[in-house]
């Protein structure tokens, strides 16, 4: 046991160096507590995955994410600051939406530096769609649409190209977080700009 232990010490300190606390706030909506918890637990559990769908060298690891249901906030849920904020109004009719904090966490994991929009919901709804609930995965997007919607949109594109150029995502995800992104990163990586891959997706069956 005396030679185990050290072994076993740094197992555990492994394995929380890896674990996020979230920290929920109900006290302004005590009938959300049941769903709070659910998000807590859901997240808790999620966040290692996250972290590796969105790895890269210079990520750091976060411990602690506050999120706070506001009764005052007419949104969905936003990422800021290191927190996530969530409209009571909202959440009280959609407990079945726990996926939109899942997207939220994957903003603060992101912390990006320097990307585009569409590219940062896009990959955030990558992360919840393609990964954590796979059976609400939007359709191939409709005429009409352009990659840069943002969200299902986006994801869908970023998942066509990720398919094809694996793991283009990736490096996509780094540059962001490294400050280096731009649009260029896809016909160096791929030899086509970003407007022509969306041609050969919305022209593929
Ligand atoms: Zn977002």
Known sequence: MRQLLPFLTLLVSAHLAQGVTIDVDTSAAPDLADFGRRVKA????????V??????????PIDRIPIYFDPTYDGVAYAGGGRIVGAVNYYRDHQDDVGSMVHEMAHIIQSYSRCDGWVTEGL???????HYEP????????????????????????????ARWNPMNYWINKDCREG?????????????????????????K
């Open 42 to 49: 859901t997240l808790e559990d999620w966040y290692p995955r």
């Open 51 to 60: 972290v590796e769908i969105l790895n890269s060298p210079t990520f750091q």
């Open 124 to 130: 955030a709804d990558w992360v919840r769609y393609w």
């Open 135 to 162: 059976n609400r995965k939007p359709g191939k997007p409709g005429p009409g649409s352009h990659y840069t919607n943002g969200y299902g949109v986006s994801a869908y594109f970023l998942d066509w190209i990720n």
């Open 180 to 204: 280096t992104y731009d649009v260029s990163i896809f016909p160096r990586l791929t030899g086509k700009t970003v407007d022509e891959h969306w041609n050969d997706m919305m022209n593929s």
